[in-house]
């Protein structure tokens, strides 16, 4: 058993097997390009508000207005005008859609994770999450994943996406633990609406392998790998 301190996004007790979430953030390099490269990238912007329209009116029937406003947010971002201009530039250079847009992104995503503000900080994942969904259509690659198990999971992932976070379904999700992130992401605010016992823990995804057995001890800030049985029980019954 190991213990591995972190920080609370979300209080609450949760055990289970491991599940790990990898597959967001990775450049893929297998983009075939097309004759008309910006007509491409106008569609994918547009199929891609359109998909985060429906996330929209999903999540404010469910959950109210304070989840469906984070991917309002989304749509203005995938779509900033400055991210746009510097893409039809690079396009026009000679450059594919893919590349040009992934580019373009970086720039403004550099710029905010510089920025003094911890606020303005916090808002990459969220720029991320918005430009990556366009990156994915580009690619003929599936953004949106739902996960649900049989037997309910712990989740481990890199980072809180919030279209990530909006997609897990607190029957199958007993608790999230991240490696990065922070408090007042809107990842974090999507967790604590929908409850799930949420973790930051650096660098645990070296540590971690899918069905190890992990305790997340949320009002603890602490979770434990392969724990003993006695711990849990010890745990629980504390929490009783």
Wanted: charged share 25%.
């Amino acid at each position: 058993m190991k213990a591995y301190p972190g920080v609370c996004v979300n209080p609450g007790l949760a055990f289970g097997k491991v599940y790990i979430i990898d597959e967001y953030g990775k450049e893929i390099t297998d983009y075939v390009s097309s004759d008309d490269e910006w007509a491409v990238l106008e569609k994918a912007v547009l199929e891609c508000s359109n998909q985060l329209d429906e996330l929209i009116r999903s999540t404010c029937v469910r959950y109210g207005q304070t989840i469906s406003t984070i991917f309002e947010a989304h749509k203005l971002m995938l779509s900033d005008p400055v991210i746009l201009k510097v893409a039809a530039e690079w396009i026009q250079s000679g450059m594919n859609a893919y590349t040009a847009y992934q580019r373009a992104a970086r720039t403004v995503i550099d710029q905010f994770e510089s920025h003094a503000n911890e606020y303005m900080r916090n808002r990459v994942m969220d720029i991320k999450d918005a430009t990556d969904r366009v990156l994915y259509y580009l690619a003929k690659q599936r953004y949106d994943m739902c996960v649900s198990f049989d037997e309910s999971r712990i989740i481990f992932v890199k980072e809180m996406r919030p279209s990530m976070m909006c997609l897990l379904e607190k029957n199958s999700i007993k608790g999230l633990v991240s490696e990065s992130g922070a408090y007042n992401q809107h990842a974090g605010i999507i967790l604590r609406i929908k409850d799930i016992p949420t973790m930051i823990v650096p660098e645990i995804m070296g540590e971690v392998q899918n069905n190890d057995s992990v305790f997340v001890d949320g009002n603890r800030s602490v979770i434990y790998l392969n724990p003993d049985e006695s711990l849990v029980n010890n745990i629980l019954k504390e929490r009783r």
